[in-house]
C-alpha cells in the first residue's frame, strides 16, 4: 500500500508542476474540454493545479511516515531478508525470520 501512495504522491507532483506549466495533457478529458470551448485556459489550469497542491498536503498529512515505514516493512515484502528493519520485530518473530531465510528444504512448509 505505501507503495501506491508514494507512487500516486509522485504523480501529484508531476501534476501540479506540468499544470504550473499550462499543461493539461495527463487529464485528457480536461484538455479536450479546454481545447474545444471559449473557456479561458488559464483561471482553469490554476483551480487545477491548487486543487493537486492541496490533494499533496492532504496525503502528507494522511501519511506522515510514507518515508520511513516501508523501510521498517520491508520484511514482510520478502521474509528472506533479514536485516536492520527486522530488529523492531519481537524476538521470537526474528528468530523465526532467521529459521524461514536459512531454510533452503521446502521453502518454508512444514
Partial sequence: MYDKVKGF?????????????????????LDAHVATTDAARGPVVKLVQAHLCNLC???????????????????????FIVS???NNLYVRLQEHLMDSSSDRGQNGIC
Fill in 9 to 29: 504522491n509522485k504523480k501529484l507532483k508531476l501534476w501540479e508542476r506540468k499544470c504550473d506549466e499550462g499543461d493539461v495533457s495527463s487529464f485528457p478529458l
Fill in 57 to 79: 498536503t492532504d496525503f502528507s498529512q494522511y501519511f506522515q511516515d510514507i518515508e520511513e515505514k516501508p523501510e521498517r516493512l520491508d520484511w514482510v515484502r520478502n521474509p
Fill in 84 to 86: 536492520e528493519s527486522s
